[in-house]
């Protein structure tokens, strides 16, 4: 049974595969102290009230967080006995190839939902995944990451102007009712929100002026069916492509007999 762990910059996933499907899903805040005896507590625990009882044999980490590798190393070590493969190191093998300039340090998270993308989709992606950054991955026709654009994440991009601006509250992320706000929240909401609109669909459009075939546009991440149920900016929605990534990443290496 193979334990897939998303690590982001601001929480941590948790998902158990058998092969076909997920059995769970579980979430936890990302901190970087966390030790591997309080992984195993939060996990134990969850998994108990779930009713699951498996024999966790292979764990595979993608982390954008370089200092939880280490305590998630040691989890998988001392409590299910393997060696994880870990997205981004030398020994992980990756199905796609990475063409960007040389001596780049392309994101774990971005290199799996290029694996993700190419292998529920095909080539010819744009991939823009709503996490603490809005990140666009372009995919090429033979399912090479190309590159991409980094764009500060909706939730970030409030926090920044609450912060900046004292007299602004903090707002939750919602669809206004109007675009011409009548009160200080509609009027931050639907900046954001149709701004947030207005960049991906000038962003994509530029992409594919660039890349110069026809692209499908896969959204992923926690606020993507916000903005889908809107304006259709996406051809596919994927909740879980992160995950499904890592378990195409894991039998990889296993048929390459990596692991």
């Known amino acids: 049974m193979l334990l897939a762990i998303d690590c982001?910059?601001?929480?941590?996933?948790?998902?158990i595969w058998d092969g076909e499907k997920f059995l769970c899903t579980l979430r936890t805040s990302t901190h970087h102290a966390r030790t591997a005896d309080a992984y195993f507590t939060w996990y134990s625990t969850l998994i108990k009230h779930y009713g699951i009882d498996v024999e966790i044999t292979?764990?595979?980490?993608?982390?954008?967080?370089?200092?939880?590798?280490?305590?998630?190393?040691?989890?998988?070590?001392?409590?299910?006995g393997c060696r994880p493969l870990v997205v981004g190191k030398p020994d992980c093998l990756l199905p796609v190839d990475v063409r960007v300039d040389e001596g780049t340090a392309v994101g774990p998270d971005r290199l799996v939902n290029t694996v993700a993308g190419f292998n529920h989709y095909g080539g010819n992606l744009i991939v823009v995944d709503f996490g603490t950054a809005t990140t666009f991955d372009v995919v090429d026709a033979d399912g090479a990451y190309i590159g991409g654009v980094i764009a500060p994440g909706v939730n970030l991009s409030l926090e920044a102007l609450h912060m900046a601006a004292a007299a602004l509250p903090h707002v939750d992320i919602a669809k206004p009712q109007s675009v011409i706000g009548t009160n200080t929240v509609a009027c931050i909401q639907s900046g954001v929100f149709w701004g947030y609109i207005g960049m991906i669909k000038e962003v994509c459009q530029r992409i594919k002026g660039e890349h110069g075939a026809p692209m499908k546009i896969i959204g992923t991440g926690g606020l993507a069916p916000l903005f889908q149920q809107t304006e259709a900016i996406?051809?596919?929605?994927?909740?879980?492509?992160?995950?499904?990534?890592l378990t195409v990443?894991?039998?990889?290496n296993k048929d390459n007999n990596n692991l």
């Open 8 to 15: 982001g910059n601001t929480n941590t996933v948790f998902s």
């Open 58 to 80: 292979d764990v595979i980490i993608s982390s954008t967080v370089p200092r939880v590798v280490f305590n998630l190393r040691v989890f998988a070590d001392r409590f299910f």
């Open 234 to 245: 996406f051809d596919e929605f994927e909740d879980d492509l992160t995950m499904h990534g």
């Open 249 to 252: 990443i894991h039998k990889y």
